[in-house]
């Protein structure tokens, strides 16, 4: 009688295929866990058991380290680099707009030859606003929000200084026309450009808050898988201790020792960072946005405050019983008012509120000036109030930039505040996720040199 070759499957008459497929893995695997099975019923088997699970304790608790605090530093490095710089720029986009809209206004109030300090400002707001637009733009992915409001910035833009390049060519030559080509502009800024540029800063702002809350979510798993490792290697020198009555074995010490070092250091680290992130955007970034907030209200304040001049009560309110610039103008102020009240109480030290309260008490000087500027234009004396909008002795535009130098001096103040916080939180998680990965490999070849070591008394 012949019998088929070992380890081939025995076939059905008149088929190719094999009646029954030979459970070789099947085998294998079941092979492999009576050994380990049998290796457990003695000392030396599981002493290399519980010696492999530590080790590989120790190497899964580095490897987890190195993932989770290498997205946290990742997220802590958009903060400082990227999420709160677009951030910025996207409010000095609106800035530099709103106070091109400013200077034009201002501009065209002075008549036919503009002051050349005001021409030299509106060209380097434009110029600003067009490098920061190409910045962005090139720093933004194409598929977002933020990108599609840089394109439509971008196409406005010329738009723009077309009516208002309109608007000087008709004023230089007497003509009425050039009133109305500057209120075109000024509608088509307020109410498609700062708009837009708005949207941009909300947009990149709210990038920004989850860049640094992604940065400052607590490491839950790396803290106990890390909290697991050191009590497993805790329980083993207690269970080497109790066996053999020696107090340490030094592999495993090690082991423990590098363990334990990753443990703090990575509870320690991230509580620094988390401590310095959160504190750059409360006390950082929140007063900047207020700040940013309090100067645009200023610049738009003063644009409408000029725009009533050259107005001349041509626009009204809907229910048509209110000047509109002068309207909004009323309205900007409370704004301004509230926005620096509020960055007082947010500023956190001497330095940040000095430069605030000066702007509030520049704002009470604006309002007064505007005030009796207002009744003498409201008595017919058109030319005695333009000096007071606009003069070199006594006039609100000389309280605009007091506001205007004293908000941009708090402001600089808070971005050095917010740059040395989010610096210092991401400088808190540099080199943690590499020094846990090799702290980790050092800690498990030290568990196994440890049991490896006991394993040596057997022989």
């Keep these: 009688m012949t019998y088929p070759p070992s380890g081939t499957a025995l076939r059905e008459p008149g088929t190719d295929l094999p009646s029954a497929p030979v459970p070789a893995q099947r085998g294998g695997v079941r092979t492999a866990a009576e050994r380990l099975r049998a290796a457990a019923t003695t000392e030396p088997g599981r002493l290399q058991i519980m010696g492999a699970a530590l080790a590989l304790l120790v190497v899964v608790f580095g490897a987890v380290t190195f993932l989770e605090i290498s997205g946290r530093a990742s997220s802590a490095d958009d903060v400082v680099t990227r999420s709160q710089p677009l951030s910025a720029d996207a409010a000095s986009i609106y800035r530099s707009l709103a106070d091109a809209d400013t200077m034009a206004a201002s501009g065209f109030l002075a008549g036919a030859q503009e002051p050349p300090d005001v021409l030299a400002r509106y060209d380097a707001d434009i110029k600003e606003a067009s490098r920061l637009l190409v910045e962005a733009a090139a720093s933004t992915d194409a598929s977002t929000s933020s990108h599609r409001e840089i394109t439509t910035l971008s196409e406005l833009l010329p738009e723009y200084t077309g009516l208002v390049e309109r608007a000087r060519a008709n004023n230089r030559q007497g003509l009425p026309l050039g009133g109305a080509y500057l209120r075109y502009a000024n509608q088509k800024m307020t109410g498609e450009l700062l708009p837009a540029a708005e949207r941009l800063h909300a947009e990149e702002t709210g990038r920004l808050a989850t860049d640094s809350a992604d940065a400052r979510r607590f490491p839950f798993l790396s803290l106990g898988v890390g909290v697991v490792a050191l009590a497993a290697l805790v ?45 750059a955007m409360v006390q950082g970034q929140e007063s900047l946005d207020v700040l940013n907030k309090a100067r645009i209200n200023s610049l738009k304040a003063r644009s409408n405050e000029n725009l009533t001049l050259v107005a001349r009560g041509a626009v009204l309110t809907p229910d048509g019983t209110r000047d509109q610039y002068e309207t909004d103008y009323s309205t900007g102020m409370k704004e301004l008012g509230a926005q620096l009240r509020s960055a007082k109480e947010l500023a956190d030290d001497s330095t940040g509120r000095e430069p605030v309260g000066d702007a509030m008490d520049s704002v009470s000087e604006w309002q007064e000036r505007h005030r009796k500027a207002r009744t003498t234009d409201d008595r017919g004396e058109y030319d005695s109030a333009l000096r007071q909008i606009i003069g070199p002795e006594n006039s609100t535009g000389q309280s605009f930039e007091r506001v205007d130098d004293a908000l941009e001096k708090a402001l600089a103040h808070e971005q050095d505040e917010f740059d040395a916080a989010a610096e210092d939180g991401r400088g808190a998680l540099g080199g943690l996720p590499i020094g846990a990965a090799v702290l980790a490999v050092l800690g498990a070849a030290a568990a196994v040199v440890g049991v490896n070591r006991r394993l040596s008394e057997y022989r």
């Design 235 to 279: 329980w083993m020198q207690r269970r080497n201790y109790r066996r053999t009555n020696r107090v340490f074995n030094h592999g495993l010490l090690a082991a423990t020792a590098a363990a334990t070092v990753v443990l703090l250091w990575l509870a320690v680290g991230h509580t620094m960072a988390r401590a310095d992130l959160r504190s």
